[in-house]
């Protein structure tokens, strides 16, 4: 469906029954990386999965990328859809808007799931590579950025076992607007430090990440989960840094258990429970 908010219109998939929980996709995609976890989760909760400003089905306007720009789209889509409280989780990016949510806005977090994401801002090197990128994106080469971004987000087993998935993730990306393209890479190179606010989030938190994560490595998220007061680590065997899309059955298994463990209501886990 699609959601009108002030000065955007966001596609949305908003199915399933239960807590709400808002899941942000990553850059350079859409939400259609949550496709093949889609069904699993609607199990447990009310899963809401935004296309961002720019990217997938959504508006595609020339401004408004900023982190907490992004973060004020995803709030205002709560409001739209008259969602107080929720569960709150993003990938890689979307873990740097959720984290803006977070800091901002930590009233409306009923929990928080962060997926191949990290706290600390850019180093002064990968300052250096988004400059770049936005020079080859100006300089019309969009097409070769994504062609080397996305072959980074695959795990070396995932390009060993299913070569087709550069083609899925190159295919989502290629709906990405030029314009977001760059005001992502700016947005994220700017992005605040976020490392002091985690120790302040004191609700349920789980945190994911591909053991073959190049981009993330999982140093970076066993640091993140030992920062956060609630969290579970949970590291994804075979899967580098999309691994919804690499393997999406134990990244599926790791979000039910942490929803159905700290949302569902003890009369729903007794029916979860098996006879």
């Known amino acids: ?12 998939e908003d199915h399933g029954e239960g807590v709400p929980f808002v899941l942000l996709h990553g850059f350079p995609l859409s939400s259609a990386m949550w496709t093949p976890i889609r069904t699993a ?19 595609k306007p020339a401004k408004g990328y900023a982190m907490e ?11 739209a859809l008259e969602i107080d409280r929720f569960v709150l989780g993003g990938h890689s990016m979307g873990g740097y808007v959720a984290l803006r949510i977070a800091a901002t806005y930590p009233e409306r977090l009923a929990g928080l799931i962060l997926v191949d994401s990290r706290a600390e801002a850019d180093t002064p090197e ?19 950025f994504l062609d080397e971004f996305v072959g980074n987000l695959l795990g070396p087993s995932s390009k060993a076992r299913a070569p087709r998935l550069f083609a899925e993730l190159r295919g989502i990306a290629a709906e990405a607007g030029p314009h977001a393209l760059t005001g992502c890479l700016a947005g ?3 992005r605040p430090d976020s490392g002091a606010l985690l120790p302040t989030l004191d609700v ?13 490595p999982p140093a970076l998220s066993r640091a993140m989960a030992a920062a956060l007061p609630k969290a579970r680590l949970v590291e994804v065997p075979s899967a580098g840094h999309t691994p919804s899309m690499e393997r999406p059955i134990p ?9 159905r463990e700290n949302f569902l209501q003890p009369t729903d886990k007794a029916r979860k429970r098996p006879r």
């Open 1 to 12: 469906m699609r959601v009108e908010l002030e000065d955007v219109a966001l596609e949305v």
């Open 41 to 59: 989760v609607e199990q447990a909760a009310r899963l809401i999965t935004p296309d961002l400003r720019g990217f997938g089905a959504s508006d």
């Open 69 to 79: 720009e992004l973060a004020e789209d995803v709030v205002g889509l709560a409001d």
């Open 126 to 144: 990968g300052r250096q590579r988004r400059d770049a990128g936005i020079a080859l994106i100006e300089d019309g080469k969009a097409a070769g």
């Open 188 to 190: 994220m190179r700017d």
């Open 204 to 216: 349920p938190a789980l945190v994911v990440v591909g053991q073959e994560d190049f981009l993330t």
């Open 251 to 259: 990244t599926a298994e790791a979000i039910l258990a942490f929803l």
